[in-house]
């Protein structure tokens, strides 16, 4: 691009610059959110390589769950990055058709017209990025600090240093913008002169070729994965519902002209009728269909990705809960004291009213050859853990849990490919010990971890968990309360086995909201400004409609009253899609969820997280309604002059 062509490009910007204001702002925002993730994926191996061959156990655990949560933020940050900051660049390209237009009435050629766009583009994109990664920069230390402030990690992550997330962030940014520019210079270029004086508002809602292509190729994949993964685990249905709904809203914005404006059209129908301002507002987003879909994006978006995470995490939480009813076999838990394991497992173990006490022992080890990876084991005693926990094999034969052997988790197969006759290699006490699988277990994850080894092969491990008690016949509500007295004292609860699901099943809804709000709080942040300047941007393309109204005689009560209508309208059509998103996933996660427990004679619940789903609708729809109030002020003052 020659220097003639950005120096007319930067006057152009300068110029027109309350146009540019949403992209910028737009592309900012989305700088500084990817940089930002990056600085924190960063910070893990800066703290690492800080903490060296001194880190311990459990300070290289925290930083491997940091590394996962990171990731899949950086992944959810960089798809709403792109998604919204295309969108907007696009909205924007296509509010200026009329000036174009014009440009090409006065001799420009259509490539000239493309070129001074793309020129404009960058202009605003180099300033965005360097604003964003400026704005990023001092904002290490805060989000460094508050991420242990929140309870992530007990360590003092260090800070990395700040050319990487720059070198990603702005490169980034700059192509986002570029690639959501592109399309609409070339649609600019085949503007004709006659068109652009007509500016007709009623615009061509059949998507391009390369939109079907992209929209269709999207749908195959998500009802292809759909069907394959009928009877997959339900923690691959876990992974799918996470991936899954990005694909979803690219689908949907591909066919989004063909969509959202009928979409919106049709919630303006029972009121439409009744109120003038309805049916204004609903006649101006069936007109202008890229405007309205420009402005559904990020609703569309964060309703989607967040409602399926949400419905997907809660309808896990069912399973595990299911599965916990359908193998516990022993009537009580007790959950001991700190500091008073070893204590409450001798007194229980002593008392006459018990049967059987299974003690749950939980140790960490290092796995692989190069003793990188480190998972948590449980050490079992297979008699007890069957007669308590209903341990029991689907492949293999438990007996054989003894010395160098292993149990696996059906999970377990599927993550590292090795099932019966195959081995492990681990690291017990400093010496490499290679385990042979003689068995595979259901998954149970609040009942025994993934790898369960025999008792005599660690017989240091010590009690640390929970205690499964199964009185002797006819003894339980009697047991109960002897433990209780015996136990007194030292902080143990005893539990009906009832209670203890409760408790398991609270506390993982906790951790899941926690770590969904840890994963989603960048993107739902940054879908909070692109709501609102998606609906800002909305507002200005559409103020000579609203001069036209004035001609033809509506009040400055019912210019706003339209404006606000349209907010509802077109946030709506997003929330529905999203929720129609949400509804297929959770439907997804939920079928693989029955099939797992089909045959085991327990219902799973179905939990429905409304306060959040709920929360996420009131967001966007007062959001938006506070931006097209803003955005109608300007009526407000020529209504007083």
């Not at 195959?220 to 339900?234: D, G, K, N, W, Y």
């Not at 303006?268 to 101006?284: H, I, Q, W, Y």
């Not at 796995?367 to 079992?380: C, H, I, P, S």
């Not at 045959?599 to 609708?617: C, N, Y």
């Amino acid at each position: 691009m020659s220097s003639a062509t950005l120096r007319l490009s930067r006057q152009t910007v300068r110029a027109s610059w309350p146009a540019y204001l949403g992209a910028f702002v737009a592309l900012a925002s989305g700088v500084v959110l990817i940089a930002t993730t990056v600085t924190l994926i960063g910070s893990v191996d800066a703290t690492l390589a800080t903490l060296g061959g001194g880190a311990t156990q459990d300070q290289r655990s925290q930083l491997d769950d940091l590394t996962s949560m990171f990731g899949i933020m950086s992944a959810i940050s960089l798809f709403m990055a792109i998604f919204v900051v295309g969108s907007t660049f696009g909205f924007v390209i296509a509010t200026r058709r009329r000036e174009l237009g014009l440009l090409r009435l006065i001799g420009a050629t259509g490539r000239q017209v493309r070129r001074l766009v793309l020129g404009e583009s960058i202009v605003v994109a180099v300033a965005a990025a360097v604003v964003g990664c400026l704005a990023a920069t001092p904002l290490t230390g805060p989000v460094l600090g508050l991420i242990r402030l929140i309870g992530l990690t007990d360590l003092h992550l260090v800070a990395p240093p700040v050319w990487p997330a720059w070198a990603i962030a702005a490169p980034t940014g700059i192509a986002v913008a570029m690639l959501g520019a592109r399309r609409s210079a070339r649609r600019a270029a085949r503007i004709s002169p006659s068109a652009a004086l007509r500016e007709a508002t009623v615009e061509r809602t059949r998507p391009s070729v390369a939109q079907l292509v992209v929209g269709i190729l999207c749908l195959a994949t998500v009802l292809t994965t759909i069907v394959l993964t009928q009877r997959a685990e339900p923690l691959f249905a876990l992974v799918t519902s996470v991936l899954l709904p990005e694909v979803v809203v690219i689908a949907l914005m591909s066919f989004g002209t063909l969509i959202v404006p009928r979409l919106a059209a049709l919630l303006a129908l029972p009121f439409a009728g009744r109120d003038v301002t309805a049916r204004l507002a609903r006649d101006e987003l069936r007109a202008g269909v890229r405007t309205t879909t420009s402005v559904a994006a990020p609703v569309i978006a964060i309703s989607a990705i967040a409602g399926s995470m949400l419905l997907a995490l809660s309808f896990t939480a069912d399973w595990t809960s299911a599965q916990d009813r359908a193998q516990l076999h022993a009537p009580l838990v007790v959950r001991p004291g700190t500091g008073h394991e070893r204590e409450a497992a001798t007194k229980i173990a002593a008392d006459p009213l018990v049967g059987t006490v299974d003690v749950r022992r939980q140790v960490t080890l290092p796995f692989g050859e190069d003793e990188q990876e480190r998972l948590e084991v449980d050490v079992v005693d297979v008699g007890t853990a069957m007669v308590a926990r209903g341990l029991h094999a689907t492949k293999g034969d438990l007996a054989r849990l003894r010395g160098p052997a292993v149990a696996v988790s059906e999970t377990q197969v599927i993550d590292s490919g090795v099932g019966v006759g195959g081995r492990l290699t681990a690291w017990i006490d400093g010496r490499r010990t290679d385990l042979t699988v003689v068995a595979v277990v259901p998954a149970a994850p609040d009942l025994y971890s993934d790898i369960l080894l025999p008792a005599d092969l660690l017989n240091a491990a010590e009690p640390g968990g929970d205690l499964f008690v199964v009185p002797v016949p006819g003894a339980e509500t009697q047991a109960a309360a002897a433990l209780s007295r015996t136990l007194a004292g030292s902080g143990s609860r005893v539990l009906t086995a009832e209670e203890w699901i409760g408790e398991v099943t609270d506390q993982v809804r906790r951790s899941n909201n926690f770590g969904l709000t840890v994963l989603l709080g960048p993107a739902g942040f940054y879908a909070a400004i692109a709501v609102v300047n998606a609906t800002l941007i909305g507002a200005t393309g559409r103020r000579r409609q609203q001069r036209t109204l004035d001609l033809l005689g509506a009040t400055r009560r019912q210019v706003r009253r339209s404006v606000l209508w349209q907010a509802v309208l077109v946030t709506g059509a997003g929330l529905v899609l999203g929720a129609l998103t949400t509804a297929l996933l959770g439907w997804h996660v939920r079928r693989t969820v029955t099939a797992d427990l089909a045959g085991s004679g327990v219902d799973v619940p179905m939990t429905i997280p409304w306060l959040p789903l709920a929360a996420i609708v009131v967001a966007c729809v007062g959001l938006a309604l506070a931006a097209a109030a803003a955005g109608t002020a300007d009526l407000r003052k020529r209504a007083a002059a």
